[in-house]
């Protein structure tokens, strides 16, 4: 299959996705500062850089995207037609990086939850889920 954009389209594409300050992030701090917790956003001077931490909690939140982190049996997680080499490759890395930052984070002391982007389909739930995450029972 080939690529409808010439190169320079292509490259000024892949520029516009963003590591940190995504919508679905943006969306997960609101909720939780709606619901009265305070946080630090990206903390780089933790295994991974988690995109939201709860420092009194102990607390790390990865807000993942399912396209890019292959959230099991989404159909948000698929894989492009064309490179399927070069794509199953980059998507093994970011699930093998994934998990090394979440076992060096627990291996600090630290609870670790992943958010998927998917999740934010429905906003009440997920908010139910932060809240539990938050203040267990």
Not at 41 to 55: E, M, Q, W, Y
Not at 69 to 76: E, I, N, S
Not at 106 to 133: S, Y
Request: proline fraction near 5%; glycine fraction near 2%.
């Amino acid at each position: 299959m080939v690529d409808t954009l010439t190169p320079e389209q292509r490259r000024m594409c892949m520029q516009r996705i963003r590591s940190k300050n995504t919508k679905p992030e943006l969306i997960v701090r609101s909720i939780c500062h709606r619901l009265g917790y305070r946080f630090r956003a990206v903390r780089k001077d933790l295994p991974g850089t988690p995109d939201i931490v709860f420092s009194r909690l102990r607390l790390c939140i990865f807000v993942h995207g399912c396209f890019w982190h292959r959230h099991d049996r989404c159909k948000y997680a698929y894989i492009p037609k064309s490179r399927c080499d070069f794509w199953n490759e980059k998507f093994s890395k970011n699930i093998e990086r994934d998990v090394r930052a979440m076992r060096d984070l627990q291996a600090l002391g630290w609870k670790v939850e992943v958010v998927w982007e998917c999740e934010l389909r429905d906003i009440p739930v997920l908010v139910l889920r932060l809240k539990n995450i938050l203040h267990p029972i």
